[in-house]
């Protein structure tokens, strides 16, 4: 029987970023006219808000949230590293990337042979310089193990879960974000050198009604109240937790050593509507971290898909994934951390179960 480790951790874009341009996602929501001034006057704003943006937008804040996420994805690659797992399996959304109008897959795994990745597709299109002043068609390797991905697909099927399967990602486009940066912020100090293990992403749709009818990015608010037309809803948070559970089942019986990876940031400001887009929903984040902390899962699944959507957690259906498989392998929490912020979009968790 295979052994199997757990981590979580985020993808944040603007990680891999300079810190000028880190709050650049809420400086693009102030120019929005349909927020109300009031909302968008520094003035009015939370105490935490106020501190982080202080006199410079941010920028001396950003130094700060980046060395916290960056120590916390440290001790992220130092489980992984004294587990020595064979295979990364890691849960991402895909935002309007790999998957767009021809099909929409709930959950897709990804059996791609080794695959080039161009890390700063989502800076360029934002027009953010990167951190390590790199050339933005800066390139590297995410190796695959495509027959290991069919033997999960196989298996995973065969539980009952109904999972689509990829061969071949999508051309002239960059690799989803989600798993490209967790290579990237994996190997933080390394980049350009070559990770030493293979990865096999997990495609979950988490954007679900939003996926197409917002791109898997930011709205403005005339547009929303116009009338989206909104797509069909992405899987349910349970049905993410039974996915999660079937693969942590499959990594336990199988011949590897399995490092299970939940790849997301928590509740995003662009998707918080009744927040005004300006600050992610710390409340409904908090409440979900201290479930994590006490290994309450009722309360995660107690949760629905649209209380999800409302508090803008699309992503966080990548955490019910892994807490799925968590759970069925009577797994337990060793290490977690909770980083919150009023400006840089998301609230970021990482964890570590052994």
């Known amino acids: 029987m295979a052994e199997v480790i757990g981590v979580g951790m985020t993808h944040y874009p603007l990680l891999a970023g300079k810190d000028s341009h880190m709050a650049s996602l809420l400086k693009t929501t102030l120019k929005d006219p349909d927020i109300p001034a009031e909302c968008k006057d520094p003035s009015s704003w939370p105490p935490l808000a106020q501190a982080e943006w202080g006199d410079d937008g941010g920028v001396a804040a950003a130094a700060e949230h980046r060395k916290r996420l960056i120590a916390d994805i440290d001790v992220c690659r130092s489980a992984i590293d004294d587990f020595e797992p064979d295979v990364l399996i890691v849960w991402g959304d895909d935002q309007y990337e790999n ?201 995660w699944n107690a949760r629905t898909s649209r209380d999800v959507v409302e508090s803008g957690q699309h992503e966080i259906l990548n955490w019910y994934c892994l807490l799925g498989a968590m759970s069925a392998l009577d797994m337990s929490l060793t290490w977690s951390d909770f980083v919150t912020t009023e400006i840089f979009n998301s609230n970021k968790a990482f964890a570590v179960y052994q």
């Not at 989206?228 to 999660?244: I, K, N, Q, T």
């Open 99 to 299: 998957f767009r109008e021809e099909v929409i897959p709930s959950f897709c795994i990804l059996a791609y042979e080794d695959t080039v990745v161009h890390p700063f597709g989502v800076l360029d299109m934002i027009k953010v310089p990167n951190y390590w002043d790199l050339p933005g068609d800066t390139s590297f390797v995410m190796r695959g193990d495509p027959d290991f991905a069919k033997q999960a697909a196989s298996e995973v099927l065969g539980a009952g879960v109904d999972v689509a399967y990829s061969y071949q990602p999508r051309e002239g486009i960059h690799f989803p974000h989600a798993f490209g940066n967790t290579q990237l912020f994996l190997d933080f100090d390394n980049v350009g050198t070559q990770f030493p293990y293979p990865m096999v992403p997990m495609a979950v749709n988490c954007y679900g009604e939003h996926v197409i009818a917002r791109r898997g990015g930011i709205a403005r608010f005339a547009d929303i109240e116009a009338g989206e037309s909104l797509d069909p809803p992405g899987p349910s948070p349970r049905r993410c937790f039974e996915f999660g559970a079937a693969v942590g089942r499959f990594a336990q019986r199988c011949d590897k050593r399995v490092a299970l990876v939940a790849s997301s940031s928590w509740s995003h400001a662009f998707l918080y509507d009744k927040g005004w887009h300006l600050r992610p929903d710390t409340e409904a984040d908090q409440a979900l971290y201290d479930a994590l902390l006490d290994a309450d899962y009722d309360t």
